[in-house]
């Protein structure tokens, strides 16, 4: 049976740098091992505001118009021959790495991985894979995992960066009783402090340079003690900046009363002082994350980490993480996790979604953390 093209629907497409118009677009019906997916609610992430704000994102830059967004849940509304797994009117979340199921990679369980992945809403391949900003949407059938009951679709567009974090603490081998430090409370840092106390962590804390967020942080009790990096003039040199993240990295523990360190760091900002200050404050024996992607090349401090046998370790989106995260948000374990969504907007006012959350703040003072784009499916 020859694909049918289904009513337009509205699609939110990036041209370039906050060039972002929404179109009308038709969809065909899915194909061989596909599902057609009514997508009702997106999260807007940092990648995404890369992407909007620049046109591009690291060194990945848009050949071609892009749909973004990654975050993502929604309906089934059609299913493509071959799946048996899924039908119309199935609550599902999306997925949004495509990979080969065919490498090396692949075969071990570490898709993450894959060479031949083809990620929505990124510009690392080209053509480019189309994201979630859109009314509908066919996806592979095997990426589209079936909600809990009691998950909303903003709960399940929240699995995708909680599948970040529930990766890294696999890698981190995060377990009941350990110490743990988290650098950056943006949405990011606040899940790994949410994952960190599901998984029994006997003392969570964190640093950010924004005491807003520290003290969102603390309220909402996503850690016990935070702690505010003064802000000061960049260091001329790598020695002296060396020197300030091991001077910084002292005046936290002390603060949070941690002499040795913590057992868990994760490093979600990117930045290299804070890369620097991380080694400082993992606990001898402990293990760093490298959450955060910012800095390209980074001076570290190797002596501390070799020396200390402090295990630096990198985490690259996630693999085999959805049915865990999708369980996680259902269990009610992730405390207040549902205040991460500060703001909403309807599809139609996506430009002005990252308008805002690249101010970081709206127009009565009230931070911004995670903006969700919601369709008219929401209420259907």
Request: aromatic letters at 6%.
């Amino acid at each position: 049976m020859s694909p049918v093209a289904l009513p337009s629907h509205d699609v939110a497409v990036l041209y370039g740098p906050k060039d972002l118009r929404i179109e009308q677009r038709s969809v065909w019906s899915p194909p061989q091992n596909q599902a057609q997916v009514a997508v009702v609610s997106t999260g807007l992430c940092g990648s995404d505001l890369h992407y909007y704000m620049h046109g591009r994102n690291g060194d990945f830059a848009i050949q071609a118009p892009l749909v973004l967004g990654h975050e993502a849940a929604g309906v089934v509304t059609a299913v493509g021959p071959g799946v048996k797994n899924l039908a119309p009117g199935q609550r599902v979340a999306i997925e949004a790495g495509i990979y080969c199921r065919n490498c090396d990679f692949c075969a071990k369980g570490r898709y993450n991985l894959c060479k031949s992945m083809r990620f929505c809403s990124s510009a690392a391949v080209f053509p480019h894979a189309d994201g979630t900003l859109q009314g509908r949407m066919n996806h592979p059938a095997f990426l589209l995992h079936p909600l809990p009951d009691n998950c909303t679709f903003d709960d399940a567009a929240l699995a995708e960066p909680l599948s970040v974090l529930i990766h890294a603490s696999r890698r981190a081998s995060l377990t009941s009783g350990h110490t743990v430090l988290v650098y950056g409370v943006g949405a990011i840092g606040l899940l790994a402090c949410a994952v960190a106390h599901s998984l029994g962590a006997a003392k969570v804390v964190a640093i950010d340079i924004n005491q807003s967020r520290l003290d969102f942080a603390r309220a909402h009790g996503f850690a016990s003690q935070t702690f505010c990096l003064p802000h000061v003039d960049r260091a001329k040199t790598s020695d002296e900046q060396l020197k300030r993240a091991k001077e910084n990295a002292q005046a936290a523990l002390a603060e949070f009363d941690a002499p040795a360190g913590f057992d868990v760091v994760f490093e979600c900002t990117g930045a290299e002082p804070v890369i620097q200050m991380s080694v400082h404050t993992a606990i001898s024996g402990g293990k760093v994350m490298l959450i955060g992607m910012g800095t390209r090349n980074v001076v570290l401090p190797l002596s501390s980490a070799a020396l200390r046998e402090v295990d630096i370790h990198g985490s690259f989106r996630y693999a085999n993480t959805y049915p865990a995260a999708l369980a996680l948000l259902s269990s009610g374990k992730l405390k207040n996790v549902e205040k991460l969504i500060t703001h909403r907007f309807p599809l139609r006012d996506t430009q002005r979604a990252f308008d805002l959350l690249a101010r970081g703040q709206d127009e009565e003072g009230k931070m911004v953390l995670k903006i969700m784009i919601e369709s008219d499916e929401k209420n259907s």
